[in-house]
């Protein structure tokens, strides 16, 4: 690897810098840069990265208060946003109005009720299998995305405040006061409205564009990325939010970052094809009528837009096969780099083929947590190599149960231990030795991960990204097996 370095002519100090954890691109499997014909980019939270947690703290109390102005009790107005408590994917049970971290498999990792987390018995008594069916949507909603922190936090807020207030009576499903009963699965619903209200009357993007300093990351370094892969390959913008705000946003990005003597650029021009209202994941299904925008008034014009790509010209709508046909390439010649596991990167990877990279910004923090604190999951490595002993040599005539209570017992303790590491519900992508269904769904659907595609700028554009090899079970066992034996016969014929 050094020597390719050398041969690219990276400077000692350039390379020292790649080996920073906080500047490296992840890989789950192999891709060349060199074989990538275009390269897409989601807008929110992916070039426009929104400053945590003042951002989350505004969303909080958008719909916190709009909470309060449809009838909820005014106390809400005392809580504020703790980033210390909500992480993304988390499964909210709208029955029971219970938060959960789950693996893959849906068997529950942690569980929480408003604040109180509740330990093995208490949750049996919801959950007797420790499992929920993951494919119920009607009843678990999974909160995969980083706008969804501040609605994960006030939903544990109000299952909080009213199971405390002696006013209303605690029920399985839900609190009574009098007549009135709320159940869980309607404050989420009303929840989730307060969320949709806030987007839908530009409440938050108003807030958000007063303030650009304080709730959006501006990086000189994006301009140079844009540009660096604009001469090797195409380059286009799919977001979900509407023209006027991506305007506002991609300006204040691209337009003021501007080094002194150097020529201004639209920020339209980093871009050979600009598409907003793409409305994803249906984007990347059937998609919606594909219109052009009037980029001086913000409107749509209108009919169907059938023609060639018009560079300049700003869409709206249409899907994933229409901006193939535009550019003129096909789904493995794409690289889309978005921050959404499930409608930037699920969706593109299984209905398109398309290559694709996740951004993760919280993985600088989990990276840090885990050089600190690695030594407990070492610790758990050991314990688990131990159980495995304890069980290796006994067979079907066994008849006494070996007593591993102690070593269980020390498990949890670690970890517990790790998962407050990270915050209140743990990490993002673990639970002590467990995946959690954030980083199963991350490492099946993202070719890369990284904190920030800025990382690209680290990487030569021809880069291939090499994924570690992976053994299964059994090879692993025919391996360990065949290190073993080898020493033992080296033995024997020295004697």
Known sequence: MEAMYKHLRVSAEESKLKRQFDQKV?????????????????????????????????????????????GYPHELLRYSYDPSFPTRGLVVDTTYGNLLKVDSNGNILVCSH????????????????????????????????LFNLSETYLYACLVDFFTRCTRYANLNEGFQHGDLFMSFRS??????????????????????????????????????????????????LATNSDYNYTEIIMTYLL?????????????????????????????????????????NTGKLRIGTYTGDLQHGTVYSGGSSDIVCDLLDVRGKDILYVGDHIFGDILKSKKRQG?????????????????????????ELQRLDV???????????????????????????????????????????????????????????????????????????????????????????????SADVAVPNHAVTNSN
Not at 261 to 286: H, N
């Open 255 to 295: 337009e003021s970052n501007i080094e002194p003597r150097t020529p201004k650029k639209e920020w339209r021009s980093y871009f050979d094809l600009v598409v907003v209202d793409t409305k994803k994941p249906l984007f990347f299904g059937e998609g919606t009528v594909l219109r052009q925008v009037d980029t």
């Open 354 to 378: 398309w290559k694709t990279f996740l951004v993760v910004p919280e993985l600088n923090n989990e990276l840090q947590v885990w050089e600190e604190r690695k030594y407990l999951f070492e």
């Open 187 to 236: 404050m989420f619903q009303d929840v989730r409205n307060a969320m949709d209200f806030i987007h839908e009357t530009e409440t938050l993007k108003e807030r958000t564009t007063k303030n650009l300093e304080k709730y959006v990351i501006r990086d000189p370094n994006l301009p140079m990325l844009l540009s660096r892969i604009k001469q090797v390959a195409k380059v286009f």
């Open 114 to 145: 408003g604040f109180y987390f509740f330990k093995g018995d208490d949750i049996h008594k919801y959950y007797p299998n420790m499992f929920i069916q993951r494919s119920d949507t009607d009843r678990f909603y999974i909160l995969n995305t």
């Open 386 to 480: 131990l159980l495995a002993e304890t069980y290796q040599h006994l067979d079907t005539d066994t008849q006494a149960c070996s007593d591993i209570s102690s070593i269980q017992s020390r498990m949890k303790v670690l970890t517990y231990r790790m998962d407050m590491s990270y915050g209140q519900m743990g990490s993002l992508l673990r639970s002590g030795s467990r995946q959690t269904l954030f980083a199963s769904q991350l490492m099946r659907y993202a070719d890369l991960y990284s904190s920030t595609c800025l990382n690209l700028l680290h990487y030569p554009i021809n880069y291939l990204f090499m994924a570690p090899p992976v053994l299964m079970p059994h090879e692993v066992a025919s391996q360990t």
């Open 26 to 70: 992840f890989v789950n499997r192999s891709l060349t840069l060199e074989n990538i014909k275009c390269y897409g980019f989601d807008m929110d939270y992916t070039l426009a990265v929104y400053k945590s947690p003042d951002y989350e703290s505004l969303g909080f109390e958008l719909i916190r208060d709009r909470m309060v102005s449809i």
